[in-house]
């Protein structure tokens, strides 16, 4: 499976920004916790998407690769700037209609962004601890560690999953 | 919190149409332009070792220490030069560190080795002045991905090692510990909320990391011959009993 020789058309651009912004702004949200930045998270994941997506299989393996280039520039972003490790409460309250929304955003956008991610995948995308971890490229022992992580420290009723 | 809750929350959330616009604009203006200015790539930088240095000195921080002149301050590590990608041979060890520690190619549950290095160790006291400096040896293990760190480190300080759990194995008392890790970099300052959280006993705080990171650490330690030794995990995969284990596997090659 190679790079796509051709590139994607206007339509075709203006159709994954229609399809897929609004989960990439959800992902990068999580991870990064502000608007401004969680945009340019999408808008360079789109450009990355444009220069050097693969064939791909399927729409779900377009979806995987989307949230891997996603998640990834969101962990670059974070490393490259300390001043990006913060969270806008201000846009937390703008984004979330419901209290119970905003509450439950402010408990995740507390945990370390790796937990973060781990729970994202898992309770909002629905992967698997095995799919997390090829996609994030770590053992399934260490994304199940990670998701335990940030079960606990958000104390997640395990009952009702 | 349930866990429905954090689907509903997080899927709440969309992109505004003017952000869809702005963004559909940029990516129509690559396309055709051709031109794309990439932000390059912060290289990611292995600070595994160093960070596992900086945590393993720190553990037995939580537990009072004594040196002759007063309570410690704190417990530095840093990489020096000397690395390598096979196993030390015993006339390297003597020479770079004064003594020769345990150490496997491998362990019985598939944990490899990957490389090691030699690092500069100092104990301070509050005021930052050196009681002890030593070298140790530090060695990488990894499987699927998931990674161990082995120190073996010898030093005249005195220090009362007691962790969460203990076993006896081969005559050795061997101890375990786990805790939630900050490691943040040399001269970093504590927030008000760091100081609440290391307070609270939360949080444990470490030195030596280029960026602050929160880790779940775990480790089992022992001392043998003189030598004390840390098996440590940052976010690892493996239990109590296997960390355990692994050090058993050492304990009973120096018997």
Known sequence: ?161 | MEAYEIKNAVESIKLSEEAKKRILDASLACAANNEQEENPRRKRINLRRTVAAAIAAVMLLSITAYAANGEMGSWNAKETGGKFRELPTAEYCLSELGYVPLMTESFENGYRFTGGGIDDKSFTDKSGGVIEEYRSLSLDYEKDGDRLSLSADKFHTALDMSGDKSRVIGGVKVMYDSYVNKVVPVGYELTAEDIAARDSGELVFSYGAEYPEIVHVQSVFWEMDGIKYFMTQLDGALTEKELFTMAGELIGQGA
Not at chain 1, 32 to 38: E, I, R, V
Not at chain 1, 70 to 99: G, I, P
């Open chain 1, 1 to 161: 499976m190679g790079v796509q020789t051709e590139r994607p058309s206007s339509k075709e651009i203006e159709a994954a920004v229609k399809d897929w912004g609004d989960m990439l702004f959800r992902l990068s949200f999580t991870m990064l916790g502000n608007q401004a930045d969680a945009e340019d998270a999408v808008s360079e994941t789109i450009i990355k998407y444009i220069e050097k997506a693969p064939a791909f299989a399927d729409k779900e393996h377009r979806k995987a690769w989307l949230i891997k280039v996603a998640s990834n520039k969101c962990r670059d972003m974070l490393r490259a700037d300390r001043r990006r490790r913060w969270v806008s409460l201000e846009d937390v309250t703008e984004l979330c209609r419901q209290e119970r929304d905003m509450d439950v955003m402010y408990e995740l956008l507390n945990l370390p962004p790796k937990y973060r991610l781990a729970v994202y995948l898992h309770y909002v995308a629905g992967y698997k601890t095995a799919e997390m971890a090829g996609m994030l490229g770590i053992s399934p022992a260490a994304a199940r560690k990670r998701l335990e992580y940030g079960r606990k420290m958000l104390k997640i009723s395990m009952g009702k999953e």
